[in-house]
């Protein structure tokens, strides 16, 4: 049994500094405006509804909600995303990765 525990407490020690390598949030070089335009398709595309965009400095706040799916039991609470501008490039965050694959890929 302390066999194991030392095994796993290795493998433990040894996966942490590689999973700390991540280079972070991806980058992309398109203007603000693209990158909102995308980002409304894409959502509306999956079934969210836009509720409002804000300009909060170099940031874009966008608030989104799920939709009722067509089963009349209401809307979901409405969501956060920001799309914050560096000096040449965009950057998503709070962005759920399943409507980030797909801003990805309009984007490239």
């Known amino acids: 049994m302390r066999r194991l525990s030392l095994a796993v407490l290795a493998l433990t020690v040894l996966a942490l500094p590689a999973a700390a ?5 991806k980058k992309y070089a398109v203007t603000t405006d693209r990158a909102l335009v995308v980002t409304k398709d894409v959502l509306v ?8 965009v804000e300009n909060s400095g170099r940031d874009y706040v966008v608030w989104y909600r799920r939709g009722n799916r067509g089963r009349g039991k209401g ?3 409405p969501v956060r995303m920001v799309i914050h ?4 490039r965009v950057v998503f965050l709070n962005t759920p990765s399943a409507i980030l694959v797909d801003i990805d890929v309009q984007l490239k």
């Not at 390598?21 to 949030?25: C, D, V």
């Open 21 to 25: 390598q991540g280079k972070g949030p």
């Open 45 to 52: 595309a999956q079934g969210y509804e836009v509720v409002r």
């Open 75 to 77: 809307k979901g609470p």
């Open 85 to 88: 501008r560096a000096v040449d």
